[in-house]
């Protein structure tokens, strides 16, 4: 089976503060994906990467950075944290199946930003 | 641009049906289903390629009309657990690997 894991299921951090979201999948994946979600607005690609080294804007890249230098990491950084970051952030991964791309997503890290 | 889902919310009764809807403005080369329930990670559920293919696992089929760039989720003779958020994912031919969600539509089974 698929795994991908999070650094973190809960997080609590200040304003200002620079923080790090790590993922980390066992299946040799190219693709690798960070999404936000709230409530109501469904799952938003902040940003995600194809290749080690590699890294393409999502939807809502503000704010966010990202690194990918193994292929079975890649980070999430919050250069200076602001309470509009308090989110669920969720990483992803996928492979080839059926000529198109399944993701298998990690559990998830509730980020709170007091 | 995000794919739109109806109805954002429905409760049903066990063994009740429901269908799920996913729209899109833009020439899909894929849509992906997955279910998220509560405090879990969305999970796959399955894929469906541009060509009008209608897929099935257990009770739960899906279809994707290519003229209309619109998916179907059928969930027959729901149970309980089928309870969750449903998310469509789509892929343009242009983005290989990146989808774009839909923002969930949130079942309810009650017994």
């Known amino acids: 089976d698929v795994k991908v894991t999070q650094s973190s299921r809960y997080l609590v951090k200040r304003t200002g503060e620079k923080v790090f979201l790590e993922c980390v999948q066992d299946m040799d994946h190219e693709n690798m994906f960070w999404y936000r979600q709230d409530p109501g607005l469904g799952l938003r690609l902040i940003y995600f990467s194809y290749d080690v080294k590699m890294k393409e804007k999502g939807d809502i890249p503000e704010g966010y950075s990202v690194s990918r230098e193994k292929k079975e990491r890649f980070s999430l950084i919050l250069e200076s944290a602001s309470t509009n970051q308090t989110s669920m952030y969720l990483c992803?991964?996928?492979?080839?199946?059926?000529?198109?791309?399944?993701?298998?997503f990690g559990p998830g890290t509730r980020l709170t930003v007091t | 641009q995000q794919p739109v889902q109806s109805p954002q919310a429905v409760i049903l009764r066990e063994g009740e049906d429901a269908v799920i809807n996913c729209s899109s403005s833009?020439?899909?080369?894929?849509v992906h289903w997955y279910r998220q329930k509560h405090g879990e990670a969305p999970v796959f559920l399955m894929i469906l390629l541009k060509g009008g293919e209608q897929k099935g696992h257990e009770k739960i089929s899906a279809s994707f009309n290519e003229k209309k760039q619109q998916s179907s989720l059928y969930l027959t003779a729901s149970q309980l657990s089928y309870s969750g958020t449903y998310f469509c994912g789509t892929e343009e031919g242009t983005n290989a690997g990146k989808s774009t969600f839909g923002d969930g539509t949130t079942l309810t089974v009650k017994p």
């Open positions: 833009k020439a899909l080369y894929s």
């Open positions: 992803a991964s996928s492979a080839l199946r059926d000529r198109t791309y399944e993701q298998y």
